[in-house]
């Protein structure tokens, strides 16, 4: 019997010391010590040239010596299938064990093709056995000021969960809180315009007043030169009309 593992070769017919495995697909006749020279026994076709009398559909009848005067032969088996006649659809996903094939929490399914099986990779993962990480949020995450990334499959769009005070598809928006709880979305450009904007209202101000403050000044210095010139008219005066 041929099996498509060199793992799950199986010896045939233990009492005549026959068996036989395929290390990489190549058939090779194992003989025993105990089993005398293969040249001195005596040799029928059990297979009778029909291939598919003892082996069925899916596999090839080999005849071998015969030994204890008993018909050997082989039934070397079909891609897919295993057992002594090649009766047994082999199950790669089984066979290997529901782990040892697909990596990462993949499910293996088998399949009527080689490698006969096939694995579905869960999220994150990709290859024929899960083996390579495709995880977007792990190679290049692009969510910004801290958002948390999330990966939902592949060709989906990632998701961001953005941190309090920031929004978008990638947390790149600043949000701004108003009157209410209203959340006023500024892009970086139109924060760098509302403070020039500010900026330029409070200098407006700031020159505004200035102003009136240096006209009062000016105004309250003028008044108080035009009293103290009064005083002085008014303490010239008497002199004046003494003189006369």
Request: hydrophobic share 30%; glycine share 8%.
């Given at each position: ?6 793992n ?37 076709s059990i ?20 030994v ?17 006649t ?159």
């Amino acid at each position: 019997m041929l099996f498509p593992n060199e793992n799950h070769s199986k010896e045939i017919n233990n009492n005549k010391h026959i068996s036989a495995t395929t290390p990489n697909d190549n058939l090779i006749i194992k003989v025993s010590n105990q089993l005398r020279n293969l040249q001195n026994l005596p040799f029928e076709s059990i297979c009778a040239g029909d291939q598919t009398i003892n082996c069925g559909q899916n596999g090839k009848c080999i005849s071998l010596p015969n030994v204890n005067n008993e018909k050997q032969f082989l039934c070397v088996c079909n891609d897919g299938f295993t057992g002594p006649t090649c009766q047994t659809a082999w199950d790669a996903c089984l066979t290997s064990g529901p782990t040892s094939l697909c990596l990462n929490g993949g499910i293996c399914t088998s399949t009527d093709t080689p490698p006969y099986y096939e694995c579905k990779c869960t999220v994150g993962f990709t290859g024929m056995n899960c083996e390579v990480e495709n995880n977007v949020c792990k190679t290049n995450n692009p969510c910004q000021n801290g958002g948390k990334c999330s990966y939902i499959g592949e060709n989906l769009p990632i998701i961001c969960t953005c941190l309090t005070g920031y929004s978008g598809d990638y947390c790149q928006i600043i949000v701004k809180h108003g009157i209410g709880g209203a959340g006023v979305k500024l892009h970086p450009g139109q924060i760098i315009m509302m403070w020039g904007f500010l900026l330029f209202i409070l200098a407006s101000i700031l020159y505004c007043t200035f102003s009136v403050v240096y006209d009062i000044i000016v105004q309250i210095r003028a008044k108080k030169r035009k009293e103290k010139q009064e005083q002085d008219n008014d303490m010239d005066s008497p002199s004046q009309s003494d003189e006369k």
